[in-house]
């Protein structure tokens, strides 16, 4: 109880610097910090759940706090020892949750995470595939503000061991039988614990790992998740908004917005049939004259207005982009400006800028 009292309440909106400071001052995160690396019997329920309440504590700690992540961050090889040692999946995925935010939108520190570190934590992932571990691996390669460049150091460390990793690590459904299953698992309620939430992650992963141009990067993700097993999980029609959210933001970094010229893209049909595809979603969205409030068409609504709308924005403005190309497919393009434009009419619909830079391309190639 007494953890949890001085544990800040994360869902709160609260500015939460002045706690930060305070619990920093009294040096209470050096006697948390001691706590968690008590022995103690893999039955015991109760200390499961005070060595979690502990980590959350240090997540907290943390939080937002670039001082506090320093702090934190001496202690590094602890925590992976913790991670080594321990088996009890929920104290796992605690320590690799503190781990992360460490790291959390802070440049400096993910720039000294080394080889040793990325390749510790891919070799807890075959013990217990979740998406926590992937999302740790996310965060050192993507910082909030920092596009490519700085962060291509750790791009090119994580993919590295990305390619490299065995088959329990890498989940995709490049065949047909591996195709079918994924389908099936589309039609079920996607959840934290669920193998496509896994497959979700991992592409978002790959999507970071791309982001900013880097040709290294985008070469190893073409041999990972080809374009034809883009178009074909996209064009799926048990294919989940979640699922098409990652691979078209993964489709615009990996082939569009890219260092070299991705020729098929430009010169094939992919992107056209994944227009149509869009035409589709967009459509359903249009229907939806009022906001609505379940989970599904807000999953839409965010997939159109945020992916799809990159992703036609992108593409558009590539220098990589043939004039001959345009002429010859204005009827797609004249139907992705007039439902871009119907879209824009919606006051309801979030991301209306994007809607607005997609709809003034629209008009410049169709013009």
Known sequence: M????????????????HEQRLLCNMGLHTVVIDLIQVNYDKSDKDMIQIIGLAHRFLQQFCNGSKSNQELLYKHLDLFLRELSVRDE?????QIVETMRQIFLNNADLCLKVTESVVQQVFYCIPKERHVRYLQFL????????????IMQKMQNLVMQELVSAADDVLIFYNDVKSFKRMEQLMRQELSEES???????????????????????????HSLLPLEDIVRVVSSKYCLPEVKHEYILFLAHCYVDTEVEMKEIFTRDYIWTLFDNFLVDMETLIANSEPSSTISSSVLARYVTEAVMHLIREFFASPFLDPNTIASRQSCILALLEHCYNLFQHPWLKAKNSIRETNQQAVQYSS
């Open 138 to 149: 996310r965060t050192i390669v993507h910082v909030e503000g920092q596009k490519g460049g």
């Open 2 to 17: 007494f953890i949890r009292r001085l544990t800040p309440d994360e869902s709160s909106s609260h500015d939460h610097r």
């Open 195 to 221: 193998e496509i939430n896994y497959h979700v992650h991992l592409v978002r992963l790959m999507c970071a790992c791309t982001d900013g141009k880097n040709v290294y990067t985008e070469i190893k993700c």
């Open 89 to 93: 999946v929920e104290t796992m995925r």
